[in-house]
């Protein structure tokens, strides 16, 4: 269990639990009226957002049904059943329906990141973790046709996984929008990057983030007790 200001997690029956990249995302994407957070896991960046944009309808889509159940449940005792809906299904899936075409002004998605590595016993951690269920790619083609036309996508991803991710977007036709970089210590280089992109060409704004400084308290405040 991990208690927020506003609502609690509860993780026992998630592959992933609450962590940092998640808190970052969830802070730091752009807020909407219409959000689709992919690969919700617990739920927790569906209700930070839904926290963050009091009046926008959220749609959180995992294909974990242990992961979709649980998230169910921490949105009923967050009391926001009535803005987050919860879905079993993969984003390839969603991407395919008629009514959700088009019609996100914010997707958001901490996205499996392991590519070359061996998969673990656990197979829902498999799931949760390996790219073999959600490419990068699949995650851009699939965000292109959920995304309407002035909306922006933001993802997280390990430093070296950026250029994989930045590559999969421009390949798409994605631009880069936003670019942080996270840092554990000052001085350091960057453990991790939020990334945000637009299906128009913008300015690309730079940014530099160290865990624990004055930005990352000001992004967090509203969340951590």
Known sequence: MFKFKYFTIWQDRCAMKVGTDGVLLGAWAHRGSRILDVGT???????????????????????????????????????????????????????????????????VSNPPFFIDSLNAPDQQRNMARHADTLTYGELMEAAWKLLSDEGELSVVVPFDYRQRMEDEATFRGFFPSRICAVRTVEGKPAKRYLLAFRKHPCERVHQVMTIGDAEYKRLTQDFYI
């Not at 009046?55 to 979709?68: C, K, L, R």
């Not at 449940?73 to 987050?84: G, T």
């Open 41 to 107: 896991g617990t739920g927790l960046i569906a209700l930070m957002m839904a926290q963050r944009s009091p009046q926008a309808q959220v749609v959180a889509v995992d294909i974990d049904e242990d992961a979709v159940s649980q998230a169910q449940e921490n949105v009923a005792a967050a009391r926001c059943e009535d803005r987050i809906t919860v879905v079993h299904s993969s984003v390839q899936e969603l991407g395919k329906r008629e009514g959700y075409q088009g019609t996100f002004d914010v997707i």
